[in-house]
């Protein structure tokens, strides 16, 4: 009997182990990639606020960004061979047809975010974001990825009701900063939409390193006509300038290793995962906007952002019940195609 039991006692052992190791390795992935986002957000507001470094080049910045991410993106897919982009079906009229609009969606979404951080607090600007889904299901009704709904609807307008109370709350609300946080809204759900009409849709799958690889450069040059006449004039005057390599060197990094993490988190976790890891980053960012950088959240600004975080939450909940079902019904298909299948061999052999 003493050793009948040692078998069990061995795989619940090693059952356990397995399952604390893969625990572990969640919270871990979900752990690094809220830090690294948390980490680019404070870093780029405390580059761009007048009241830190003071460097309120918004252009510039992202125009940084997206070299170093180009740089690091060919060296690892070309010099490394980290990832292949060999196989992808990438002609050059894909490339203008896809990736360019894509590429300029994704510039114009950076430069209109990074600027938000010079007239609005950390907090608040992500209160804002709150109208991701929003912006996401309008956009993707308008283009006639998504079926209207009326209760679905009626939950985006939860959402905005809460957003605006949330700002209605706002002690330092500046208009200019919130028409750029809302514009870079419309324009990253816009590109969110493009990437399933363009790419997803003919069957091309691009993983963060690839992304950048193929994006970068594209928005590098788009960033570069409007920077050479709104920055660089202003750069030029400012003789007191240097470039401070460590400063941009590790800000640039922590942006190119947010991609890596989001690739990471989604593809050993799930999108959902990333939704839940995002409402714990926001929470956090804003607790530490009112604690360290001295932010005033007022309880009207909390009040608002739980609603919108409830419709949020309902969204999500309401996606993931959508999909769960859409798998259920896959799989009751391929279920009876296979036993239709099995039943006509069975005539023909009878």
């Given at each position: 009997?003493?050793?009948?039991?040692?078998?069990?006692?061995?795989?619940?052992?090693?059952?356990?182990?397995?399952?604390?190791?893969?625990?572990?390795?969640?919270?871990?992935?979900?752990?690094?990639?809220?830090?690294?986002?948390?980490?680019?957000?404070?870093?780029?507001?405390?580059?761009?606020?007048?009241?830190?470094?003071?460097?309120?080049?918004?252009?510039?910045?992202?125009?940084?960004?997206?070299?170093?991410?180009?740089?690091?993106?060919?060296?690892?897919?070309?010099?490394?061979?980290?990832?292949?982009?060999?196989?992808?079906?990438?002609?050059?009229?894909?490339?203008?047809?896809?990736?360019?609009?894509?590429?300029?969606?994704?510039?114009?979404?950076?430069?209109?975010?990074?600027?938000?951080?010079?007239?609005?607090?950390?907090?608040?600007?992500?209160?804002?974001?709150?109208?991701?889904?929003?912006?996401?299901?309008?956009?993707?009704?308008?283009?006639?990825?998504?079926?209207?709904?009326?209760?679905?609807?009626?939950?985006?307008?939860?959402?905005?009701?809460?957003?605006?109370?949330?700002?209605?709350?706002?002690?330092?609300?500046?208009?200019?900063?919130?028409?750029?946080?809302?514009?870079?809204?419309?324009?990253?759900?816009?590109?969110?939409?493009?990437?399933?009409?363009?790419?997803?849709?003919?069957?091309?799958?691009?993983?963060?390193?690839?992304?950048?690889?193929?994006?970068?450069?594209?928005?590098?040059?788009?960033?570069?006509?409007?920077?050479?006449?709104?920055?660089?004039?202003?750069?030029?005057?400012?003789s007191t300038f240097h470039f401070d390599f460590l400063i941009f060197g590790t800000n640039?990094?922590?942006?190119?290793?947010?991609?890596?993490?989001?690739?990471?988190?989604?593809?050993?976790?799930?999108?959902?995962?990333?939704?839940?890891?995002?409402?714990?980053?926001?929470?956090?960012?804003?607790?530490?906007?009112?604690?360290?950088?001295?932010?005033?959240?007022?309880?009207?600004?909390?009040?608002?952002?739980?609603?919108?975080?409830?419709g949020v939450a309902y969204y999500n909940h309401s996606k993931l019940a959508?999909?769960?079902?859409?798998?259920?019904?896959?799989?009751?298909?391929?279920?009876?195609?296979?036993?239709?299948?099995?039943?006509?061999?069975?005539?023909?052999?009878?």
């Amino acid at each position: 009997m003493a050793n009948s039991g040692e078998p069990s006692t061995t795989s619940s052992s090693t059952f356990s182990h397995g399952v604390l190791k893969k625990v572990i390795l969640l919270y871990a992935y979900v752990a690094f990639w809220i830090f690294l986002s948390f980490t680019v957000i404070v870093y780029n507001k405390y580059i761009l606020d007048h009241k830190m470094y003071n460097w309120p080049f918004p252009i510039s910045l992202t125009l940084i960004h997206m070299a170093f991410c180009s740089i690091l993106a060919c060296l690892l897919v070309r010099a490394l061979k980290c990832v292949g982009v060999d196989s992808l079906p990438m002609t050059r009229r894909l490339y203008m047809e896809s990736v360019v609009p894509i590429g300029a969606l994704c510039s114009l979404s950076l430069w209109l975010s990074n600027s938000a951080y010079i007239y609005l607090s950390v907090s608040f600007i992500q209160m804002l974001k709150a109208l991701m889904p929003v912006a996401v299901y309008s956009i993707g009704v308008l283009f006639k990825k998504e079926n209207f709904k009326t209760n679905v609807m009626v939950n985006m307008l939860s959402i905005s009701f809460g957003v605006a109370i949330a700002a209605y709350g706002e002690a330092k609300f500046d208009i200019s900063g919130v028409f750029l946080q809302l514009g870079a809204v419309s324009v990253e759900a816009t590109r969110l939409v493009l990437i399933q009409i363009l790419l997803t849709s003919k069957g091309i799958s691009l993983n963060p390193i690839t992304s950048l690889y193929y994006v970068a450069p594209c928005c590098f040059i788009f960033l570069l006509i409007p920077w050479m006449f709104m920055e660089l004039p202003l750069l030029r005057e400012t003789s007191t300038f240097h470039f401070d390599f460590l400063i941009f060197g590790t800000n640039s990094f922590c942006a190119f290793a947010l991609n890596l993490a989001v690739f990471l988190l989604v593809d050993k976790t799930s999108a959902l995962t990333m939704n839940v890891a995002g409402v714990v980053k926001d929470w956090l960012l804003i607790a530490f906007s009112w604690s360290v950088i001295k932010d005033k959240v007022t309880l009207v600004n909390l009040f608002g952002y739980g609603l919108a975080f409830l419709g949020v939450a309902y969204y999500n909940h309401s996606k993931l019940a959508a999909l769960k079902e859409a798998e259920a019904q896959r799989r009751a298909r391929a279920a009876d195609e296979e036993a239709a299948g099995f039943l006509n061999q069975q005539n023909e052999e009878n």
